[in-house]
């Protein structure tokens, strides 16, 4: 930074204060909400937390919370890979509102999500009534979990890949066509290699949010402990019942989790940054 | 997956335009795509649709506007305002920062910036309410100062605020990035104040990511409610956000009340979802996507 080349805000007096008012404002609301969760976690010591998190109902809403990911995230691995790929590879008219289609999730209240699930799929909903009469009931019950669940976490992997893979191109997958490849061998040698770190930076974040989800959850899930109770949920009713502690035990594993997706991602960039330092030869699509 | 992969393979080319369709799947890949949208979001959509059509315009009316609803959108539209304002000029400091100077934690700074995404808005809820209660870590600061932050329409500004930062930083860091330092340079060579080239040379080229930022924000704290049941105490007239008296109403079993109001939120999130596709499209060309 010599006097030749000065831009905005490079005066050493200018570049502290900012850092400072910035870093102080975000220690105050991002890094010490983190520190608290796991103080308070703590805070009545280590047999106390761990025998909050091996409680009967906590352990149950461990494992129903798992069991939700672990059927969303696939689910939304395919169709968010099938999604890029026929928006960044092919021109068709409405691939545009196709996009902006994905992203109505993120705009969605997460109460309303909740409540388009139970409008249609409810006891009084015209598909719930039918699949009454055939002793089928998704509301309130574990599949209703899992559909809101899907509907809330369905843009992530899509938004991941989409801008990557459009800025990639599709000459190399061309080149594989040309050589007379077939489409799986071209996806699993070609296209797969390129997009890997989006794609678990996309699986990553679809966890974090299907494993965290409340609001829409809370609305289709009927809070019965031990049954249809994920740990989201579960921390909800701790707290009303005054069990803070407790609470902050089960919010503690969510934090860990949350972390943990920070971590991946930290990565994901580190390693996505790297080729195209190393490689000269990328081609600028 | 395997077999059908090859089905795309040969002459789709029904809507051929300027690029010729040589690679397989389309029709696999667009196939469970549109069968995915419509089953999940359209689907669900259009049940909201019915059900609101089916209760006649006198009674939709008057459920949209009770007087203790109304109070909710004025609540909801003026937290959700504040937190999105703070959170324009906060991101852009952060974003600033991030992309300008190098010092000691950044990288960390940097992961922590999307740590209101990650974490689960109930956590975020009881986080906040335990921070800013009067005998809390920033409670007990607070009420030597006369402000009471939990279970007031200020816990709802905090919790929003706290939801939705990750997409003004997010937003505005990129274009920050891409920003040209040659005018930049010239303007300060040239004599101009930092303020003055900030103003004239920067801010011309960054307020259209600002611009979509705060309302990407304001999307999101329109509709948040996990974070804020747990702070703001819900008094009715008072501290009750708009998704909170959709959730109300269905834990009362009136359906219809509940699709009503969340008619209402639904068209004002995805019209300014639709406006904000539309301004990036038009300003944002190089933030496609992202």
């Known amino acids: ?285 | 997956m395997s077999a059908s992969a090859n089905s795309g393979v040969g002459p789709v080319r029904r809507f051929s335009g300027r690029s010729k369709r040589v690679l397989p799947g389309f029709g696999l890949s667009l196939g469970i795509s549109l069968f995915f949208v419509s089953l999940v979001l359209l689907l669900p959509l259009s049940g909201l649709v019915v059900e609101t059509s089916g209760m006649g315009w006198d009674q939709f009316w008057f459920t949209i506007t009770d007087s203790r609803v109304v109070e909710s959108y004025k609540v909801t539209l003026w937290t959700a305002l504040a937190a999105s304002v703070f959170n324009g000029f906060f991101g852009l400091l952060l974003a600033w920062i991030l992309v300008r100077y190098e010092f000691p934690g950044k990288r960390i700074v940097d992961a922590f910036v999307d740590l209101p995404f990650a974490l689960p808005t109930a956590v975020a809820g009881i986080t906040l309410a335990t921070l800013f209660a009067q005998n809390g870590w920033y409670g007990q600061w607070l009420a030597k100062l006369g402000v009471e932050v939990a279970f007031t329409p200020l816990g709802i500004v905090v919790a929003m605020a706290f939801t939705s930062i990750p997409f003004v930083v997010r937003t505005v860091q990129p274009v920050l990035e891409e920003l040209s330092p040659a005018d930049e340079e010239a303007a300060v060579s040239l004599g101009a104040s930092d303020g003055r080239v900030f103003r004239k040379v920067i801010f011309p080229s960054l307020w259209p990511a600002l611009v979509t930022g705060v309302a990407l924000s304001f999307t999101r704290s329109l509709g948040e409610f996990g974070a804020i049941i747990f702070i703001a105490g819900n008094t009715p007239y008072v501290s009750e956000v708009t998704s909170l008296m959709v959730f109300i109403r269905l834990q009362e079993y009136d359906y219809a009340a509940a699709s009503a109001i969340a008619s209402v939120v639904l068209l004002a999130s995805l019209v300014l979802l639709f406006a904000i596709n539309l301004w990036q499209g038009r300003y944002l060309r190089r933030l496609e996507g992202r």
């Open chain 1, 1 to 285: 930074m010599d006097t030749g080349h000065r831009r905005v805000g490079d005066q050493p007096w200018v570049r502290r204060t900012l850092i400072g008012i910035a870093l102080l404002v975000a220690m105050f609301m991002l890094v010490i909400p983190v520190v608290v969760i796991f103080a308070e976690a703590f805070s009545a010591g280590w047999s106390t937390f761990a025998g909050n998190v091996t409680d009967e109902y906590t352990v149950h809403a461990i494992g129903l919370t798992l069991f939700v990911a672990a059927l969303t995230v696939p689910l939304n691995l395919v169709f968010g890979t099938a999604l890029a790929w026929s928006v960044t590879r092919f021109r068709f008219p409405g691939r545009k509102l196709l996009i902006t289609l994905i992203d109505i999730p993120f705009a969605v209240s997460p109460v309303i999500a909740g409540l388009l699930y139970l409008l249609l799929y409810g006891r009084n909903g015209w598909l719930g009534g039918w699949l009454a009469s055939h002793d089928v009931q998704l509301m309130f019950s574990w599949p209703g979990i899992v559909m809101v669940t899907v509907f809330v976490t369905c843009p992530f992997v899509a938004r991941e890949l989409i801008p990557l893979m459009q800025q990639q191109g599709s000459e190399e997958e061309e080149a594989g066509v040309v050589l007379g490849a077939s489409g799986w061998r071209i996806f699993r040698k070609i296209t797969l290699p390129n997009i890997k770190w989006a794609l678990i930076y996309g699986v990553v974040l679809t966890n974090a949010r299907a494993v965290g989800e409340f609001g829409a959850v809370s609305v289709v899930s009927g809070n019965v402990r031990g049954e249809t109770n994920t740990l989201p949920l579960h921390v909800e009713l701790l707290y009303q019942d005054y069990n803070v502690v407790g609470a902050f035990a089960s919010a503690s594993l969510l934090a860990a989790i949350a972390m943990l997706t920070l971590v991946v991602k930290a990565f994901v960039e580190w390693r996505q940054s790297r080729p195209i330092v190393s490689t000269p030869e990328k081609e600028v699509s």
